[in-house]
């Protein structure tokens, strides 16, 4: 059983940095086919943030590109988003969706609030 869990929101100040990390307990992250951060404010729809694919390739949402990296760490079996320059904007929940053909997992999510 595959367990996704997420870590390191919180509270910051526009244009400050916060690194969210996604953990998959029971499998490596380096064995998924893509690896993806997505978020969802009040009252919006869920965003993709970024994806990272087996092979280390990535894509980011228009809206955070230059400002937000995701990257994995096999040593530590984890993959993080470091955010920076945030906006009031990316105020959200931020989950990680873990992929392998037709087996989605997601964790709980963790909340980022970004004030001015």
């Known amino acids: 059983q595959v367990q996704v869990v997420e870590s390191g929101g919180g509270l910051v100040q526009v244009g400050g940095s916060l690194r969210l990390s996604c953990a998959a307990l029971?499998?490596?992250?380096?064995?998924?086919?893509?690896m993806e951060w997505y978020r969802q404010a009040p009252g919006k729809q869920r965003e993709l943030v970024a994806t990272?694919?087996?092979?280390?390739?990535?894509n980011y949402g228009d809206s955070v590109k230059g400002r937000f990296t995701i990257s994995r760490d096999n040593a530590e079996n984890l993959v993080y988003l470091q955010m920076n320059s945030l906006k009031v904007e990316d105020t959200a929940v931020y989950s990680c969706?873990?992929?392998?053909?037709?087996?989605?997992?997601w964790g709980q999510g963790t909340q980022v609030t970004v004030s001015s």
């Open positions: 029971g499998a490596r992250v380096g064995a998924f086919e893509t």
């Open positions: 990272l694919g087996r092979s280390g390739s990535t």
């Open positions: 969706n873990a992929n392998l053909g037709e087996y989605h997992f």
